[in-house]
């Protein structure tokens, strides 16, 4: 049961972090590096960014 549980977190990790590294072409990081930050998309492991954005969207409720 065990074994089933540790294998199957396994193939989602490996999932996100192959989607987390192939998301975007260098032409498509430059035009998300040159938006503001309150309007880029949301990027897992971009934690500052992503807070930022949060809270902006929090902030205009």
Aim: no cysteine.
């Amino acid at each position: 049961m065990i074994a089933r549980i540790v294998v199957l977190a396994a193939v989602v990790f490996a999932g996100v972090v192959g989607e987390a590294s192939a998301a975007y072409t260098p032409a498509q990081r430059a035009t998300i590096r040159s938006m503001p930050i309150t309007q880029r998309p949301y990027r897992p492991g971009h934690v500052y960014g992503n807070t930022v954005r949060a809270l902006n969207r929090i902030g205009r409720n």
